[in-house]
Each structure stands twice: as structure tokens, then as C-alpha cells.
């Protein structure tokens, strides 16, 4: 027999124009939530804007019952409770910011069966109160399903790990009869293997949706005045239309949301050093109000849902390529031409590796987080498609994009043997012969035979390679340095001052065994020029 075609059926459909007056299901929706209500597990891997919440909220609506939404952002759960209930659905939500009558008050209408969606903290399912309630819903008006959003979470070695969603299998194990659906916008076949292991889910069908997002412009350029490219940016593509800039530290994010401000620009900081009261209103103004430019650390954005982002811009380089595409997936949610863009120089990736050396964690840990670091850098790198290697990344095939900065102005490479092999063997020299190890500035110093104070204090202008890289800039040399961190011929040495030493793989490149190559720095194009380019 072969299997009926995915189309939903008129309860689910129905549901759909009357609630929220959407004409029909996108993509893989209406398969999925057949799929629910039919009482099967999912799990739904969609990017961001993918119309993930529907998949389990017509479900809940159709099936007798409430729907048990387990969510990590305990932040948006009023907002999320707030939209559904504009749209005449009956929701609540259950978490630690409520007092105890609130709690009980959502209990009572969840046990009278005057829920048709319940939001709960993951926390909370460790408490034996709240199991025992679930039961007593179950003998009584019933549970839908449970919704398991944001299921990447329960990778221990992924870049969103809760610890409260480990627990996530006792859904299974005390319920095995209520359907489950797991939702996420991350979707490695490693994170995807790792959410059926640990959430029991072997029996759920799994729907992969594609996770291109064609209206997004990815692009990428090397960080020289960070804040000048920024407001370059902002004011010929972007002028008015809202965006966010993704900082690494609280402090960066205050400096360039000023930055912004006194350049007439409406920007906004958010961080969680702020306090609640100001995230909470500078979150709603953002999105609110046209135009505003949120300058935030990653601690902003999960779950925010607003359409006409126009632009998602990094001045400091992402940890994952994973926590990279979702956060650039921030923008353009409504389908119109959006700009991903990325600002990364040779400190990023000094100061990465530095955290991994200096951080928690295990060696494991420490090996998985430089894995997703280099993967990182190799998106950074790489002289093909952009998107191309993105959706490869997550297992995805596709052709040249045509709209990215490598496919708009592919990058020349170029032959650096030489130059790398000047530079090793500064690093090699200094080791060898003075026991000494430098940052980048000034091993360049020394190439270009900078007369600087450190030269002369060390009598570095005595060294055989003083003076021999004059060929490149200081600009051109920051580049060769940032890539052979990025290729794994330097390494940052592990004193903690961001040192470079040499590696095992460099010693091909010095005996001249190995060739290195190199991608120009050209000036990037702008969707000006695209648009010159037809
Ligand atoms: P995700 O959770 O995957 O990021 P959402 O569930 O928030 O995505 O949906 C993104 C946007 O798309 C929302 O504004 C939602 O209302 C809208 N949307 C989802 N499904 C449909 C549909 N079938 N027709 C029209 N709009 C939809
Ligand atoms: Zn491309």
C-alpha cells in the first residue's frame, strides 16, 4: 500500500483558517501535524521563521486535551501566552516567576480542562508536585501531547545545553501513550542523533525541512575598523531599517550601542548585566517600534519573533556555526532581502582559543568547543559559496547561491608559502635562539622592520627575518596570521598572553614540503554592487 499523501485533514486545516486565518500549511506543517494527531512522535528540524509553533499548537487545539509545551525561555512564555490568547486560544504558562496563586490558579483551569495549551519550565517536570498534577490531568480531561520546543538542548556538547532537559525522558518512560513532538532550528545529524537517544524519541517519524534561507545575504569580511564598517553598513544598505549587532561582552555591546546613538542611529543595548526591568524595555521597543538597531550579546534573541529584521550583523566572531546561523536566522523572517554580516579579524580568533584554553570543562569539552571553533573559521575562510558550505555543514547539498559575497566577488587566492614560511620561522627563531614568544603585532613589527621601542629594547632588528616581509602590509599580514591560525599551522601558545607558537603541521610548510594558500583580502562587495552585477 503506498502511504497517503501528506495533506492535512479538514480538522487540522479548519483550525488553521478559523485561529489564526492563515490560508495554508507551508511545507512539511501539514504533514507533521497529521502526523500528532494522529498520535505519532516528530521530530520537526526547521530553521528559524519556519513556522515551527503550529506544528504543535493545531495539534494541541484538535486533540482532546491540553498540550504540554516544555520551553526553555521562561521569558517569553508570558509574550507566547499573550499572542495565543489575542487569537482566542486558551493558554498559560507554568514557571518559578509566578507566585504560588498564580501557580494555582493556572492548576485549577488546567485540571478543569480549560487549557488548550499549557508552557512549562523544564525545571518544573523535576518536581514530583507536578507529575503527580499531570497525572491527575491525564485521568481527568486529558494531555494532547507534549511539545518539546528548542529539543537541541539536551546536547550535552552542543552550544545550548540545559541540564533540566536531560530529565526530558521520563515524558516517555511515565507517558509512553501521549504523543511527543521535539522541535529545533539546529540540525547536525550529530544533534539530531543525540535528541533521539536522550529524549527516547527512536519511534518518531523525523521531518527535516531545507534550511536554506534564500533572502538571506551572508557575508563575511575581515575586521579592520569594526565600528566604521558597522556604520558603513548601516547607512548604505541599511539606513532606518532594524537590525541587531551581535557583540561577545557586555562592555563591547555598551561601547558600540553608544557608538551607534552618537551617530544618530536609534540602537539599543542588551545584555544580561542589565536589569530585567531595562531588558524587558528595550526588547519591546525593538519590537514595537520601526528601525531600531539592537546591539546585544547572544543572551538576546532565542525565541524573538519579529519579522522584518533587515539585517543581523557580528562584530565579534560566533562560537559555533550552529549558534552563527541562528542568530543570523534572525533576520528577514518575512522572506524580503535581508544582510548576514560578519566582521571577524586575527584577535577573534586569538581570544577564542584563548577562552578554550582557559575555560571549564574537560579535555573532551575542550576538543568539541575547538571543533566548532575551526568550523567556524573555515565558513570564514573558505573561497566557495557560502550558504554552499553552511547548508553542507548541516548536511545539506545545494548549489552556488549567486548571493553571497564569494559567489557575488569570488576571492582570488593566492600562493603565501613564502610569506608563511617568514613568518614560522620569526616564531621558530625567537623560540629557538632567545627562548621568547610574541603576539602578532609584533612578530609583523619585525617583518616590516618597524623601528619600534620592543625591537630596539630586544634587539629584534638583529633577527635574520628583521625587515624581509615588507612585501605584504600590515593589514595583508594580519590576514596571513588570522589563516594559518584558521589552517592550523599557528597556534596560540598557552601563557595566556596570546602568543603564537608554532604547530606539528607547521614544520611541513618550513621545510618547504607543504603549500599554503591563501585567500586575498579584497575590498567586499555591498548590495550595491550586486546590483551593479545585475
Ligand atoms: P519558528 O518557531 O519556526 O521560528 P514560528 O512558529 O514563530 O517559527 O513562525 C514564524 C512566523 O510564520 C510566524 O509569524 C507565524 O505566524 C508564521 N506562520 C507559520 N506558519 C504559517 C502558515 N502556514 N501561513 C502563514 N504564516 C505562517
Ligand atoms: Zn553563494
Redesign the pocket.
Known amino acids: 500500500m503506498t502511504p497517503a499523501p501528506a495533506t492535512a485533514g479538514p480538522a487540522a486545516l479548519e483550525t ?1 483558517h478559523r485561529v ?1 486565518g ?5 511545507g512539511e ?1 501539514a504533514a507533521i501535524v497529521e502526523r500528532v494527531i494522529g498520535g505519532g512522535d516528530a521530530l520537526v528540524l ?1 530553521p ?7 506544528c504543535y499548537q493545531i495539534p494541541a487545539i484538535v486533540r482532546a486535551g491540553t498540550g504540554v509545551v516544555v520551553s526553555p525561555l521562561i521569558a517569553l512564555m508570558h509574550d507566547q501566552v499573550s499572542a495565543l490568547e489575542a487569537v482566542g486560544v486558551r493558554a498559560a504558562f507554568l514557571n518559578s516567576t509566578q507566585d504560588a496563586d498564580q501557580r494555582r490558579r493556572v492548576e485549577q483551569a488546567l485540571l478543569d480542562g480549560d487549557l488548550d495549551l499549557l508552557y512549562l519550565a523544564p525545571e518544573r517536570l523535576s518536581l514530583e508536585s507536578t507529575r503527580t498534577l499531570l497525572d491527575r490531568v491525564i485521568a481527568g480531561p486529558g494531555i494532547a501531547l507534549f511539545a518539546i520546543d528548542e529539543a537541541h538542548c539536551v546536547s550535552q556538547w552542543g552550544h545550548d545545553f540545559r541540564p533540566d532537559y536531560l530529565q526530558l525522558s521520563m515524558l516517555h518512560e511515565r507517558w509512553p501513550q501521549i504523543p511527543r513532538v521535539a522541535l529545533t ?1 539546529t540540525a547536525t545529524a550529530q544533534t539530531r542523533q543525540e535528541i533521539v537517544s536522550r529524549l527516547e524519541l527512536q519511534g518518531a517519524e523525523q521531518f527535516v525541512a531545507s534550511f536554506d534561507r534564500p533572502n538571506i545575504q551572508y557575508r563575511i569580511e575581515s575586521k579592520n575598523q569594526p565600528l566604521g564598517q558597522l556604520l558603513q553598513l548601516i547607512r548604505t544598505e541599511h539606513p532606518g531599517d532594524a537590525g541587531i549587532v551581535y557583540c561577545l561582552s557586555r562592555a563591547s555591546v555598551e561601547k558600540t550601542a553608544d557608538a551607534l546613538v552618537a551617530a544618530g542611529i536609534e540602537a539599543l543595548p542588551y545584555h544580561a548585566g542589565l536589569d530585567a526591568a531595562t531588558r524587558s524595555r528595550n526588547q519591546s521597543r525593538f519590537l514595537r517600534e520601526d528601525g531600531i538597531v539592537m546591539v546585544a550579546t547572544i543572551a538576546f534573541g532565542m525565541g524573538i ?1 519579529k ?1 522584518d529584521v533587515r539585517f543581523v550583523a557580528h562584530l565579534d566572531l560566533p562560537k559555533s556555526v550552529e549558534g552563527y546561523y541562528q542568530e543570523t536566522g534572525r533576520a528577514g ?1 518575512d522572506g524580503l532581502p535581508s544582510t548576514a554580516w560578519l566582521a571577524y579579524g586575527l584577535q577573534d580568533v586569538v581570544q577564542q582559543r584563548r577562552m578554550i584554553d582557559e575555560g571549564d570543562g574537560d579535555q573532551a569539552h575542550k576538543r568539541r568547543q575547538s571543533q566548532h571553533l575551526d568550523a567556524m573559521l573555515a565558513l570564514c575562510e573558505t573561497v566557495q559559496c557560502r550558504r554552499q558550505q553552511l547548508l553542507g555543514y548541516f548536511g545539506q547539498q545545494s548549489e552556488p547561491c549567486g548571493n553571497c559575497d564569494t559567489c557575488l566577488a569570488p576571492p582570488e587566492s593566492w600562493d603565501g608559502t613564502v610569506a608563511a614560511q617568514k613568518l614560522l620561522s620569526t616564531v621558530v627563531r625567537l623560540w629557538r635562539e632567545r627562548h621568547q614568544r610574541f603576539g602578532a603585532g609584533h612578530l609583523i613589527d619585525i617583518l616590516l622592520g618597524k623601528e619600534t621601542d620592543r625591537v630596539r629594547q630586544h634587539g629584534h632588528d638583529e633577527l635574520t627575518t628583521y625587515g624581509i616581509g615588507t612585501e605584504l602590509s600590515d593589514q595583508e599580514w594580519r590576514g596571513v596570521v588570522r589563516q594559518l591560525l584558521a589552517q592550523g599551522l599557528l597556534a596560540v601558545g598557552s601563557d595566556g598572553y596570546g602568543t603564537l607558537v608554532i604547530t606539528e603541521a607547521s614544520s611541513a610548510v618550513l621545510s618547504g614540503d607543504r603549500t599554503v594558500m591563501l585567500r586575498r583580502e579584497a575590498p567586499r562587495p555591498t548590495r550595491a554592487s550586486k546590483q551593479k552585477a545585475g
Do not use: E, V
Not at 48 to 54: E, F, I, N, P, Q
Open positions: 488553521l489564526w492563515y490560508d495554508a500549511f507551508r506543517q526547521m528559524t521563521g519556519g513556522g515551527k509553533s503550529l532550528a519573533d519579522p523572517r
